[in-house]
């Protein structure tokens, strides 16, 4: 029997300040790299990773998530783990088996990893803070930017089929460049050294420039796998047309 557990922790709002430890457990992920401002199911069967929960849950629900450079290791070790993750806020937990969890975490933000001070039976890591850089003003140059990204990124939400007025009113919302950046990050399926970069870029508007650039090439990817979709539906609709009417002609 599955038992869900329901944490009692309002999710953070923008703006909200949490009072972060020097000191906490940290996590290693595979084929995933999270920025700040999503929330996202993570599935946790490793010893070690079930004792950082662990850990987590029993203090301040906190926990550092840093992805591993090489996905098949199965135990890493410091050095197969990219020095700047995030800070993560447990919401919830449901067990699945007795050694494989459901974690849903809301991502703070960024972190550099200074030093691990453990690694069994968990990892227990020295941070700090990463500072972000956003403009003081908006140029027309930023502005224009901002602009494009938006437009974009709904065009390519339109293609995919997935957009909706919920996500669209989020993304208007949006007048941070670094933030904005890191929400569109969600929905493109990002190459793990790719996203690293994006993740490592502390400047927003140069991260946003990042983001731009991929986003008009996924773009242009898309409308082509869109067409030659639409294309072969079209040739195997006139195949089976031909096919039904040499039936009927031998009947």
């Known amino acids: 029997m599955r038992e869900e557990l329901e944490l009692q922790i309002p999710e953070v709002s923008e703006g909200e300040i949490i009072d972060v430890p020097e000191i906490l457990p940290l996590m290693a992920i595979?084929?995933?790299v999270l920025f700040p401002s999503m929330v996202v199911p993570l599935f946790v069967g490793r010893p070690k990773s079930l004792k950082t929960i662990e850990e987590a849950l029993n203090k301040n629900k906190?926990?550092?998530?840093?992805?591993?450079?090489?996905?098949?290791?199965?135990?890493?070790?410091p050095e197969d783990l990219y020095k700047l993750g995030t800070i993560a806020l447990?919401?919830?937990?449901?067990?699945?088996t007795e050694n494989r969890l459901k974690v849903v975490v809301?991502?703070?933000?960024?972190?550099e990893?200074?030093?691990?001070?453990?690694?069994?039976?968990?990892?227990?890591?020295k941070i700090e803070p990463c500072k972000e850089i956003e403009p003081e003003s908006f140029t027309p140059e930023i502005e224009a930017l901002m602009r494009s990204v938006k437009e974009n990124i709904e065009k390519l939400l339109s293609l995919k089929g997935i957009l909706n007025p919920e996500i669209s009113t989020v993304i208007q919302s949006i007048e941070e460049p670094g933030r904005l950046?890191?929400?569109i990050t969600a929905y493109l399926k990002l190459k793990i050294k790719t996203a690293q970069d994006l993740?490592?870029?502390?400047?927003?508007?140069?991260?946003?420039?990042?983001?731009?650039?991929?986003?008009?090439?996924?773009?242009?990817?898309?409308?082509?796998q869109n067409k030659i979709q639409t294309e072969a539906q079209e040739e195997i609709g006139r195949s089976q047309r031909e096919y039904f009417l040499r039936e009927q002609l031998r009947a």
Do not use: M, W
């Open 62 to 77: 906190l926990i550092v998530l840093s992805t591993q450079k090489i996905s098949r290791i199965e135990n890493p070790k």
């Open 30 to 32: 595979r084929d995933i």
């Open 199 to 224: 993740l490592e870029t502390l400047n927003g508007v140069e991260r946003l420039r990042k983001v731009s650039e991929i986003l008009i090439q996924e773009i242009e990817i898309t409308t082509l």
């Open 106 to 111: 809301q991502v703070l933000s960024r972190v």
């Open 181 to 183: 950046a890191d929400l």
């Open 113 to 125: 990893i200074k030093e691990f001070l453990q690694t069994d039976p968990y990892f227990k890591v």
């Open 90 to 96: 447990i919401i919830k937990t449901l067990n699945l």
